[in-house]
């Protein structure tokens, strides 16, 4: 005897957890009837039935059937309205894209720049007289 009761405080347990992730995770239009905090505190304080009343009248049910137990198509995954991580989101590849094309722009820039001057003085150099360069000292 001692076993099934064990074995229904473990049910009780998973169903209230759940049930509250279930709760917790859901969209605010799609909790029902009561604000979420009542829903919560009804699942923490009368587990089995608070949680059997999250599932059975708190939460909107999904239009296709589609859910575990049911056999039938998984329910479609909400697209959020912005991307969640940069990467997936346009905007910013655009952003990034430009931006480093610029720097590439002025990067570029800057060696014709440097190239110049240097051949600027090898220029000058070649019509000087070539001078002799120190001899480091070992």
Do not use: T
Not at 3 to 15: A, D, E, G, K, P
Not at 35 to 50: D, E, K, Q, S, T
Not at 76 to 102: G, H, K
Request: proline share 9%; charged share 35%.
């Amino acid at each position: 005897m001692a076993r099934l009761y064990i074995l229904f405080f473990l049910v009780q347990v998973v169903l209230a957890v759940c049930a509250l992730i279930s709760c917790l995770s859901a969209e605010e239009e799609d909790v029902r009837h009561l604000p979420r905090i009542a829903w919560v505190l009804m699942i923490l304080f009368f587990p089995v039935i608070g949680s059997i009343a999250w599932f059975l009248a708190g939460r909107k049910r999904n239009p296709a059937g589609g859910g575990v137990f049911s056999g039938g198509a998984q329910p479609a995954v909400r697209r959020p309205a912005r991307p969640l991580a940069p990467d997936d989101d346009p905007e910013f590849l655009r952003s990034i894209e430009e931006r480093s094309r610029q720097e590439d722009q002025e990067l570029f820039r800057r060696w014709e720049e440097d190239l110049r001057k240097r051949e600027d003085d090898l220029r000058r150099r070649e019509g000087d007289p070539p001078r002799e360069e120190p001899r480091p000292e070992v």
